[in-house]
């Protein structure tokens, strides 16, 4: 059974920085080796939207709202994706969730998986102005 565990969230000031860490447990294969993984986030009274993401070839996708201020990345000796977020807006608080999706074919910025997706518990992050 594979389990996602998100760290690195916290308060900041606009402007400012974190980086986010989502360790797996359990993977018995290297996560270059999963279609689809990525970052998602769920900001209060708004749907869950996808933030970044990267496909078995390390190409990310990044959300309009992110591009240039988001960087993903992954570590596959530690089985880790991490989020190294910049120039963080008040706009940019929310609950942020990793996913790994092992079987999607297409890792598109738009929507939220479904079907055969690990979830993790979610780290907040709040931006203040």
């Known amino acids: 059974q594979v389990q996602l565990w998100e760290s690195g969230g916290g308060s900041v000031q606009a402007g400012g920085s974190l980086r986010l860490s989502c360790t797996a447990f359990g993977l018995t294969y290297s996560i270059y080796s999963i279609d689809c993984i990525g970052w998602f986030r769920e900001a209060q009274r708004k749907e869950l939207e996808g933030v970044a993401n990267?496909?078995?070839?390390?190409?990310?996708n990044y959300a309009d709202s992110v591009r240039g201020r988001f960087t993903i990345s992954q570590d596959n000796t530690k089985s880790t994706l991490n989020l190294q977020m910049n120039s963080l807006e008040p706009e940019d608080t929310a609950k942020y969730y990793c996913?790994?999706?092992?079987?999607?074919?297409?890792?598109?910025?738009?929507?939220?998986?479904?079907?055969?997706?690990?979830w993790g518990q979610g780290t907040k992050v709040t931006v203040s102005s």
């Open positions: 996913a790994f999706a092992p079987d999607r074919p297409v890792c598109a910025i738009g929507g939220v998986w479904s079907g055969h997706v690990y």
């Open positions: 990267s496909d078995r070839v390390a190409s990310p």
